[in-house]
């Protein structure tokens, strides 16, 4: 069973089924001067007003870009002096500067990609707008869990990516409060005239269409995040009666329910996910754009002890299929196969550590 969804999330196949004219029959350059050229455009606008109402924007507001990292990056790479927190996605982390007194841009995720823990953006941007700092957050793992109203928000910059929320990937959203102050050329970028010169380059027809509707159907739906809660509840049942020596990691009282970050004591988070894997249970042992570095730093930077921190998986579940009763109980029995691996993990590690 897959329990990856906050890496990605498989394609809506309605989506999916709508975006084919766009590879068939509308598939014209949206830059070219002709009837298939004006309608992809067509095809680009209407995609980039359904964005700006699902975040209550408006669509001069929107930008399309390959994925949310790159919109992070055009972010950053905007200003000399930027900080962030130490929860970042690790684009983000990597342009983290210090030795300055006042900084212009503070970047904070609004939801931790492998904690799942909800930040109060709100209360943050404001802080940092008293300083005349700009804000940016990255809500890639916020859209369709909670509600995102940018206005609300007053953040300066928000990103978010499509395969997150069963869209196809390659594309990213930027959303800009005062598109007037960005400057004229792309700081990286040098081509066309595409997203009026900051994101050059032929558009992604079909993504940009897919994301559009994604934005439509998965918006945030307080009965979708109702059963979400009720099944993470279960979950944390399951575990509680499990026996296991185990802990939650969360850093804030507010989190999203489809994410779950579990360190089991003495276990080795990679031979669990190879275990699982065997199963054909699909886990992560961290976000998926770190993988490779065996300890978290986000787990880290949170305080988690060595005991416990190597012995961390990640569990996601999808919005798409959560009001599906059959989905909450292939869960569950899922979660019992867990445990049970989980105890021969540990048997398999006391079996090495008595023959050392």
Known sequence: MYLDNAATTRVDY????????CFLEDYGNPSSRHRMGYKAKELIEE?????????????????????????????????????????EHSSVE?????????????SHMLVNNETGDLFDIKMLCESYHKDNTLFHTDATQAFGKVPIDVKDLNVDFLTFSG?????????????????????????????????????????NVPAIVAMGYACEKYN???????????????????????????????????????????SFKDVDGETLQDMLSQQLIYVSTSSACTSGIKKSRV?????????????????????????????????????????ETVNKALQIARLLKGVE
């Open 14 to 21: 309605e989506i999916l089924t709508k975006t084919l004219p």
């Open 47 to 87: 995609a980039r007003a359904k964005v700006a109402m699902s975040i209550n924007a408006d669509p001069e507001q929107i930008f399309f870009f390959s994925s949310a990292t790159e919109a992070n990056n055009y972010v950053l790479n905007l200003y000399p002096r930027i900080a962030c927190s130490p929860w």
């Open 94 to 106: 990597k342009k983290f500067v210090t030795g300055y007194s006042h900084f212009d841009l503070f």
């Open 163 to 203: 395969h997150k929320i069963h869209s196809l990937k390659g594309c990213g959203v930027l959303y800009v409060k005062d598109p007037s102050a960005l400057p004229e050329k792309n700081t990286c970028l040098v081509g066309g005239e595409q997203e009026k010169g900051i994101h050059p380059g032929t558009e």
């Open 220 to 262: 945030y739906d307080e009965d979708k995040d109702y059963l979400m809660n009720r099944l993470y509840d279960k979950i944390i049942l399951k575990l509680r009666d499990s026996g296991l020596d185990y802990r939650i990691n969360r850093i804030e009282l507010l989190h999203v329910p489809n994410i779950i970050n579990i």
């Open 299 to 339: 787990l880290s930077a949170m305080g988690v002890p060595d005991d416990y921190i190597y012995g961390s998986i990640r569990l996601s579940f999808s919005y798409a299929d959560i009001d599906d009763p059959k989905y909450e109980l292939r869960i569950l029995n899922n979660i019992d196969r867990i445990i």
